[in-house]
Structure formats: C-alpha cells, structure tokens
C-alpha cells in the first residue's frame, strides 16, 4: 500500500512560483502513475496534472499548461508540481494521488477516475 504525504503549499503572491513535493511510502512507488488533483472551497475536486511510472508521458489540465510542471524521482519516491506564474484561481487544497492498480505501460498516464490513493493535501493561497 502506498501512503502520501505532500508539503511546499503557503501564500504566495500572483505572479509567482510554489514546488510542491508529496513523498511516498511503500514499494509499489516507482510502479504507480502520480497525480495531482485540487480543491478550492465549494468546488469539486479538479484533476492538475498526471505522470506516468517512467515519467515519460504526463496530462495537464487546460487551465495549467505552460504553467505547471509536474515531475517524479522513482529513487527518492517523490513527485513533484512546480507552479509558476500563479493566479488567485488557483487557490485550493493540493493534493497527491497514485493510481495502484495493475501495472499498465512504462508510458500510461491514467485516467482521472485511474486514482485510488490520495494524501492529506497541503494548502496553496495566490492573493491578487
């Protein structure tokens, strides 16, 4: 089983950047796709970013392409999403997600409905 844990959220101002970093337990690590989900008050949860278990392949979001980069290191059995050029709307929970399902291709990025784990979340405010 593959347990969580994110940090690097905090209050940054537009314009700016925040990394944030989730650290995984467990040994299926380097064979689960990572994502990364948000959720802003009275809003339903909203897929950022995904990458696949090479880290080859990755999926962004519309509203984060250019912006957002995420990453992984299957060594230190971490992911990581960069954000840069941040904007108030992207206000919300952060949280890490891993698909544990049965190994699929090097290169697949699933589905948002592939996600079966998730962390506690951390929080990112941009103020305008």
């Known amino acids: 089983q593959v347990q969580l844990v994110e940090s690097g959220g905090g209050l940054v101002q537009a314009g700016g950047s925040l990394r944030l970093s989730c650290v995984a337990s467990?040994?299926?690590?380097?064979?689960?796709?990572m994502g990364w989900f948000r959720q802003a008050p009275g809003k339903a949860r909203e897929f950022v970013a995904g990458i696949s278990r090479n880290g080859a392949s990755t999926r962004y979001a519309d509203s984060v392409k250019g912006r957002f980069t995420i990453s992984r290191d299957n060594v230190q059995n971490t992911v990581a999403l960069q954000m840069n050029t941040l904007k108030p709307e992207d206000t919300a929970v952060y949280s890490c997600?891993?698909?544990?399902?049965?190994?699929?291709?090097?290169?697949?990025?699933?589905?948002?409905?592939?996600?079966?784990?998730w962390g506690q979340g951390t929080q990112v405010t941009v103020s305008s």
């Open positions: 467990g040994r299926t690590f380097s064979r689960a796709p």
């Open positions: 997600a891993a698909d544990t399902g049965p190994a699929g291709a090097l290169s697949y990025v699933p589905p948002i409905s592939g996600y079966d784990v």
